[in-house]
């Protein structure tokens, strides 16, 4: 249970993805966390990376940002991933600051060199307490050495929060004794104001006599973008006017998902926006759409189930990892295994059963429990205990 905590004072430090960079999902949760502590009372600062990814690592178009920096946001763009002249010099740097709490996001093996060091350099000075936001602990796409990565990271911190109970099982294959707490994942509610489906569909140039299932973000193997495919050419689909809305940078090769569309000819029904969403536009395409699909075949858990619930979006999502432990099945959505049948099967009932009134209403009620202010205070709580 959280209790109430005072407000803050504290001095935060923040490590991880934020502006210039790209806010895909990371970048903005990071920007947003660090509002909330703001809010909270505290003295925030994010430092950023000056370089994430090389160039040649990075599957996008680009890894920086075209959008105004976020206000009332102290950033500073110091880490650089491949650099450990940088790490030293950055763990040096934080260390004598010596803030109270460091937060540290972790999310893929390849940055654990980089954040492994700063916060083994950090804990030196005995006050600042090295917490880490642990997004996957093994990744979706395995590598060799990732876990003997991992584990280099998870020995450099003093404590964990996880968004899904799988990552929190997870963490046990490399630490059983640090504290560690789950806390869903908060609301992403900074992407704007929910408008109009009719206004939505015209900002984007989308058919307002269809009815849209939206996918989603970068595009990526293990999420599954070519089951839904195969999902959407179900002919009982057919008998409603409903179309695919597919939204997000290819983060791999887009074939086979192109020759999916050919085959069962779905050009026409398939309306493919393949570029880098900005955070401006994203409201857009929630609004427009009746549905948010999650076909993923792996995963810990995801920040579209949390946008989605602020524009109160009804949501179909395979069982895999942490997806389902934040909707309930036929509440808000339907939860199904990670096959094409299935996944077609609930989009026909979504649409078959007009449950896109009712799962919509349950959705505004559930979000409720997903405050940034929880979030805040589990991390808070979870300070004490280190």
């Given amino acids: 249970m959280i209790t109430s905590l005072p407000k803050g004072k504290r001095k935060i430090a923040i490590v991880g993805s934020a502006f210039p960079l790209r806010g895909g999902g990371i970048a903005t949760f990071n920007e947003r966390m660090a509002k909330a502590f703001i809010e909270n009372g505290d003295e925030v600062k994010i430092y950023t990376f000056s370089l994430q990814y090389p160039s040649i690592l990075f599957p996008g178009k680009t890894q920086y940002s075209e959008e105004e920096p976020p206000e009332g946001l102290d950033i500073e763009v110091l880490v650089n991933s491949i650099n450990p002249l940088n790490w030293i010099k950055v763990g040096r740097r934080l260390k004598k600051l010596a803030p109270d709490i460091v937060i540290f996001r972790y999310w893929i093996p390849f940055v654990a060199p980089s954040l492994g060091t700063i916060a083994k350099i950090i804990r030196k000075n005995k006050k600042t307490k090295v917490i880490a936001i642990t997004d996957n602990v093994i990744p979706h796409e395995n590598k060799p050495g990732d876990k003997l990565l991992s584990r280099y990271f998870i020995k450099n911190v003093d404590a964990f929060i996880t968004l899904s109970k799988s990552v929190l099982n997870d963490l046990s294959l490399f630490d059983t004794s640090k504290p560690r707490k789950y806390t869903p994942h908060p609301l992403y509610d900074n992407f704007g104001e929910i408008i109009s489906k009719a206004d939505a569909k015209k900002q984007l140039k989308l058919d307002n006599n269809s009815n849209y299932i939206l996918f989603f973000g970068f595009i990526r193997d293990y999420k599954g973008l070519d089951t839904l495919l195969e999902a959407f050419a179900d002919k009982r689909l057919r008998k409603f006017p409903v179309k695919l809305l597919i939204a997000g940078e290819f983060y791999t090769k887009p074939d086979k998902f192109l020759d999916i569309i ?125």
Wanted: charged residues 25%; proline residues 3%; aromatic residues 12%.
């Fill in 262 to 386: 050919k085959k069962h000819k779905l050009e026409k029904l398939v309306e493919l926006h393949t570029e880098f969403i900005p955070n401006t536009d994203v409201h857009k395409y929630f609004c427009a759409s009746d549905v948010v699909v999650q076909p993923y075949k792996t995963a810990t858990q995801s920040g579209i189930t949390q946008v989605a619930y602020h524009f109160n979006k009804p949501m179909v999502t395979t069982d895999v990892g942490g997806l389902a432990e934040l909707i309930p099945d036929n509440k808000v959505g339907f939860v199904v295994k990670n096959n094409i049948e299935q996944v077609a099967e609930a989009i026909y009932k979504f649409y078959e059963l007009n449950k896109e009134e009712e799962f919509s209403k349950n959705a505004a009620l559930e979000k409720k429990k997903y405050s940034w202010e929880i979030f805040v205070q589990t991390i808070l709580e979870l300070n004490k205990e280190i």
